[in-house]
């Protein structure tokens, strides 16, 4: 079983401070933790990733130039085709969570992985 990152104090729970609640709180509390619950799969997946791997200073990174960011500079509210608002990461959040967690996991020797890590956070702007 993986260690918990967010009792390892790695990643704040996923708040969604800014985001315009009006246009999805018809939806009902179910459809809204279906929502946080994918995110925080991503996010918690990444952190677990780079936890597994070695790499706290990197997972430390991902929690406080990503994760910890405005929730209108990681998510936007599209309307899916049940009609129903949903939060999703933004395009470049989304892949950089992936790469980061494939990066993490990969068989590569551990200094070209954290150079890819750093590279990755860096190119996507983080």
């Not at 999703?88 to 980061?100: A, D, G």
Request: proline share 5%; charged share 30%; no cysteine.
């Amino acid at each position: 079983m993986y260690p918990d990152p967010f009792k390892l104090g790695a990643a704040p729970p996923i708040t969604h401070s800014g985001v315009d609640r009006r246009m999805w709180d018809d939806r009902g509390d179910k459809a809204r933790l279906q929502d946080e619950e994918a995110l925080s799969t991503l996010a918690v997946s990444t952190l677990a990733a780079l936890y597994e791997a070695g790499f706290t200073v990197e997972m430390e990174l991902v929690r406080a130039r990503v994760l910890s960011r405005n929730s209108l500079l990681l998510f936007d509210q599209i309307r899916g085709d049940d009609g129903r608002w949903h939060l999703v990461y933004k395009p470049m959040v989304e892949l950089l969570l992936l790469h980061l967690r494939e990066a993490a996991a990969s068989e590569a020797p551990t200094d070209e992985r954290r150079e890819e890590i750093l590279w990755a956070l860096e190119a996507a702007g983080f």
